[in-house]
């Protein structure tokens, strides 16, 4: 009898023919703000001029895809609404 932990998947590319439903826009928009919120936590530490670099290198990445996925939740309420 195996008794072994099946391997995870990895998660697959959203399809852009498919449109993500209201739960998987809320769910990247959670692993979202908890990669900034880790991210954010980290360079806050440092002091110096490596803050800086910090946010250039490794936060703005990620708050422009935050951004990104803002405007789609955004324009799909607006597209929502005017049906």
Same mark, same amino acid.
């Given at each position: 009898m195996n008794t072994l932990p099946t391997k995870p998947t990895p998660p697959? #590319? #959203?399809?852009?023919?498919?449109a993500p439903t209201w739960r998987e826009l809320g769910e990247r928009f959670q692993e979202l703000m908890r990669d900034i919120g880790v991210e954010l936590g980290y360079v806050? @530490? @440092?002091?110096g001029k490596d803050l800086e670099r910090e946010f250039e290198v490794r936060l703005l990445p990620r708050l422009r895809r935050a951004r990104k996925e803002l405007d789609r939740v955004i324009e799909r309420l607006e597209d929502h609404t005017k049906k």
């Open positions: 697959q #590319p #959203p399809r852009a023919d498919v806050l @530490k @440092k002091e």
